[in-house]
C-alpha cells in the first residue's frame, strides 16, 4: 500500500490506513515498534463498526499521519475533551483543555480588540472637523 511520506511518527499522532480486508481506519498510534517499523493505532473511525475502539497494528509505512493544523472549534474541542475523558486519557485531556482555555483567551481578545476598534472608528467619524 505504501502511504506513509512521514519523516517521524510518535505515539499520539492521528493516523489513517486500511486494514489487510480493506476496511479503512482513522485513529491515533498508541505504540511504535522501531526495531520492525510496526505500529499500534488505536480505531477511532472506521466503515468496519466492529473494529472502533479496538487496537490494529500496521506496518508504518501502511498508514499516513493526518494534518493536525487544522483550526479546531470550540464544540470540536470540548468533543474532543469529552472523548479524552471517556478514554481516561489524561494527558490529552489536559492538553485539550488548554488549547480550549487559549482558543477562549483569543476569542476574548479579539472581541474586546473589534469592540475597541468599533468604539474609536465611531469617535472619529463623529468629529467635526
Do not use: C, P
Not at 9 to 35: C, F, M, P
Not at 51 to 66: P, Y
Not at 84 to 100: G, I, R, V
Not at 104 to 118: A, C, I
Amino acid at each position: 500500500m505504501e502511504m506513509n511520506k512521514n519523516l517521524t511518527l510518535v505515539v499520539g499522532d492521528w493516523v489513517r490506513g486500511k486494514t489487510r480486508n480493506g476496511a479503512l481506519v482513522h485513529g491515533y498510534l498508541e505504540s511504535i515498534q522501531s526495531k520492525n517499523s510496526k505500529v499500534a493505532l488505536k480505531v477511532v473511525v472506521s466503515d468496519n463498526e466492529r473494529i472502533i475502539g479496538n487496537t490494529v497494528h500496521f506496518e508504518q509505512k501502511d498508514i499516513e499521519k493526518i494534518d493536525n493544523s487544522v483550526k479546531t472549534s470550540e464544540k470540536q474541542l470540548e468533543d474532543l475533551i469529552d472523548f479524552a475523558l471517556a478514554t481516561k486519557d489524561h494527558n490529552w485531556f489536559m492538553e485539550l483543555s488548554a488549547e480550549l482555555k487559549n482558543l477562549k483567551q483569543n476569542e476574548k481578545f479579539s472581541t474586546n480588540r473589534n469592540n475597541d476598534l468599533n468604539s474609536n472608528y465611531k469617535k472619529l467619524r463623529n468629529r467635526s472637523y
